[in-house]
Each structure stands twice: as C-alpha cells, then as structure tokens.
C-alpha cells in the first residue's frame, strides 16, 4: 500500500523513504540518491535484473552491484542508506533502499544497530556535527531468505 504525499508534506517535513525507487515512485519525485542509483541491466545474460550503479567508482570498487543470479540461491544483495537535502533548505530525505524486499530490510536494520551507524559516521568525508547529507551502499548477506548481517561497501558525502 503506497501513501501518498502533497508537495507541502515533502517541503515542510523531514521524510524517510523504505523501499526502492522502482517500488516507491514517490522518490522519483524529489531528490534522491545520485551517487548510487537504481537500474535495469541492459544487456547481457542479467538483463532485465535490478542493479545499484555506482556513478563515480573509486579504484577497485565495482560500478554496477547485483544480487545473487536469479535461478541461484538468494545470499547476498545491495542496499542504499541514503541522508540527501529535501526540496526546502534545513529538510532532509532519508532513503533506506534495496533491490529486493530483503535487502530493504537490511537496510534498515543497518541504520538500527548502533555499531553499524558509528562506523558509517567515521566513513563520511568531512562529517561532523551536525552530520553531512551522504550516500551509503552496504552488501547485506542473507541466509534462508533473512538477512543476516550487512557490511558498509562505500560511502559518498554530498
């Protein structure tokens, strides 16, 4: 079920945003993530298959993420945490985004446990107090089709 917002809620409030911009079309009205984006593989034997894109790799990181091979056992896949400015200045969006139900799950739960968020503070370039919008792309592992445990890949400060 989507809910459904005015352009004064997305002004005036602060938001967070569970799931993918493919399932969530309500982020593809307002600013969101640039670093790492959400796209169909184009060509190839994946084609078709949701990818997290890096716009700007850095050495030795991948420019595109992909879940396990569909037909393969599920036992790891990507997510976005995302802190991005809102439309009005002082407003932020949060974005907790993967490319599958549980990958959004282990998004969230990233930014749940404390150790996970104290280690995604210290990647953030030049953060401080008060903190830096960023973009995040954290691998989460899942076994027997529940997320066991995420791992922050790369961060970008905006």
Same mark, same amino acid.
């Given at each position: 079920?989507g809910?459904?917002?005015? #352009?004064?809620?997305?002004?005036?409030?602060?938001? *967070? /945003?569970?799931?993918?911009?493919?399932?969530?079309?309500? #982020?593809?009205?307002? @600013?969101?993530?640039?670093?790492?984006?959400?796209?169909?593989?184009?060509?190839? @034997?994946?084609? &078709?298959?949701?990818?997290?894109?890096?716009?700007? %790799?850095? @050495?030795?990181?991948?420019?595109?993420?992909?879940?396990?091979?569909? &037909?393969?056992?599920?036992?790891?896949?990507?997510?976005?945490?995302?802190?991005? @400015?809102? *439309?009005?200045?002082?407003?932020?969006?949060?974005?907790?985004?993967?490319?599958?139900? /549980?990958?959004?799950?282990?998004?969230?739960e /990233?930014?749940?446990?404390?150790?996970?968020?104290?280690k995604?503070?210290?990647? *953030?370039?030049?953060?401080?107090? %008060?903190?830096?919008? /960023?973009?995040? #792309?954290?691998?989460?592992k899942?076994a027997?089709?529940? %997320?066991?445990?995420?791992?922050?890949?790369?961060?970008?400060?905006?």
């Amino acid at each position: 079920m989507g809910v459904c917002f005015t #352009l004064d809620d997305v002004k005036n409030n602060n938001l *967070i /945003f569970v799931g993918s911009p493919s399932e969530n079309l309500s #982020l593809l009205d307002i @600013p969101g993530a640039q670093e790492f984006v959400f796209q169909r593989v184009a060509s190839g @034997p994946r084609q &078709g298959d949701l990818s997290i894109v890096s716009k700007h %790799p850095k @050495p030795g990181e991948s420019n595109a993420y992909l879940a396990s091979p569909s &037909g393969a056992v599920l036992t790891e896949d990507y997510s976005v945490v995302g802190l991005v @400015p809102g *439309i009005e200045s002082g407003r932020y969006v949060m974005i907790l985004a993967g490319t599958t139900t /549980f990958e959004t799950q282990g998004a969230v739960e /990233f930014v749940c446990r404390r150790e996970s968020v104290e280690k995604l503070l210290r990647e *953030i370039p030049g953060s401080g107090a %008060p903190i830096r919008p /960023f973009e995040a #792309l954290v691998r989460v592992k899942i076994a027997r089709g529940v %997320p066991v445990g995420s791992e922050l890949v790369a961060v970008r400060a905006r």
